[in-house]
């Protein structure tokens, strides 16, 4: 049961999220895109939003700056924090500008106000939970493009309220975060995506 749980926290961790949300939009939106310039985003996004982060990570566990990859403490999450605020920058600079595809460059906007909220809570020593912040910004972006787009995606809606609960009892039974911490990375999560959304739907 351990296992299954930690296995949670580990598929949905916070940096797949922003690329699932991606693969999900090229996958259901109903504007002809090119396949080989999906396929050229993608790859850029998953080497600078996995890939890198992933190296940086290992860097840091090196020198002693990091025991995990789920950062346990306030102080091991402020440089992954900043270093992950300078991806978001330079995605929304480079692979998703606002003259492309103007839901993803606000999705990325959003996420960026995601990260910086929660290294401003860091920084307080105010732990906040990275899961349900990346969780709750994706689920919210889902809900803002079947509104956009007058899609009926119910299933993958379920689906992701589902995930939701299944990452949130993870975070609960591995005693990670408290359910205020949880609480409060879904709102940091969601509310940013709503704010956004204003400008694109």
């Given amino acids: 049961m351990k296992w299954l749980i930690k296995s949670i926290s580990f598929i949905f961790h916070p940096i797949v999220m922003p690329l699932i949300a991606v693969v999900f939009y090229f996958h259901k939106t109903p504007r002809f895109i090119p396949e080989q310039w999906v396929d050229a985003k993608i790859i ?42 300078f991806i978001i920058g330079l995605i929304i600079y480079r692979v998703f500008p606002s003259y492309q595809i ?77 359910l205020k911490e949880l609480i409060i990375g879904l709102m940091i999560g969601a509310i940013p995506q709503i704010i956004v959304e204003n400008y694109w739907l």
Wanted: proline letters at 2%; glycine letters at 6%.
């Fill in 44 to 85: 850029s996004l998953t080497i600078l939003s996995v890939f890198l982060p992933i190296l940086i990570y290992y860097l840091l566990k090196t020198l002693g700056k990091a025991e995990s990859i789920y950062l346990k403490s306030t102080e091991e999450r402020i440089f992954p924090l900043l270093i992950n605020i």
């Fill in 102 to 178: 103007i839901e993803l460059y606000y999705f990325f906007i959003g996420v960026l106000i995601s990260n910086i909220t929660a290294l401003v809570l860091n920084i307080t020593k105010f732990k906040v939970s990275l899961h349900m912040t990346a969780v709750g910004g994706v689920f919210m972006f889902f809900i803002g493009f079947a509104i956009h787009f007058s899609k009926n995606i119910n299933g993958t809606l379920a689906l992701m309220a589902i995930i939701t609960g299944a990452i949130a009892t993870s975070r609960l039974y591995l005693k990670a975060h408290t």
